[in-house]
């Protein structure tokens, strides 16, 4: 396997990761549908994900989750699985498309990379949800999740067809969080 081959299977894991930060199930059910109509190969051990079986378990997985952040207090209640739930699957999803390489450098990459990401995302949209709840009485959380799902469809999207600008996107997402905390943390600082 070459280089190239490499880095794009990592930049796919990784965008698709994030795109689990989002929404868990929802990137799975691309990945499952890319999967089953060839656009990308899965590792050997994960072929099944690109069954019609598959695809139909994802589906129904996908419009309960989507669903679910619709109704007020449910969305923070998925949140709190979620978490968890992201960093497993974004260790997963890694695994899935990862090109053929060492099993430790796989496994390090997915554990690190893939559960890494997803739970950093994770992790923050449910900070976000948890804000606008507190804030709005829980109003402004069926916008939030909106923007969520779109941002995890459309990074699970590029992630399969564009990986690299998928990988970039994350990048920006990291950036802005660092951003945003470095702000938050500047504001908390008492002044002497």
Do not use: H
């Not at 199930?25 to 549908?33: E, K, N, R, T, V």
């Not at 699970?156 to 997402?173: E, G, R, T």
């Amino acid at each position: 396997m070459g280089i190239v081959e490499v880095i794009l299977s990592i930049c796919l894991g990784v965008g698709l990761a994030a795109a689990v930060g989002f929404r868990v199930f929802l990137p799975l059910l691309i990945l499952s549908i890319a999967a089953y109509f060839d656009v990308i190969p899965l590792q050997e051990n994960w072929q099944w994900a690109g069954s019609l079986t598959a695809i139909i378990t994802l589906s129904i997985a996908t419009c309960i989750e989507i669903f679910g952040y619709y109704i007020p207090w449910v969305d923070n209640i998925l949140d709190t699985i979620a978490v968890p739930l992201a960093t497993v699957a974004g260790t997963a999803i890694m695994l899935a498309t990862m090109a053929d390489m060492d099993p430790i450098i796989t496994w390090s990459l997915a554990i690190i990379a893939g559960g890494g990401t997803a739970a950093a995302i994770k992790g923050n949209t449910s900070a976000v949800r948890l804000t606008s709840t507190a804030t709005t009485g829980g109003v402004a959380n069926p916008v939030v999740a909106t923007v969520e799902t779109g941002t995890s469809t459309v990074m699970s999207l590029l992630s399969i067809f564009i990986a690299p600008l998928a990988f970039i996107l994350v990048l920006v997402f990291f950036y802005l969080i660092y951003k945003f905390y470095k702000k938050l943390r500047k504001k908390d600082t008492p002044t002497t």
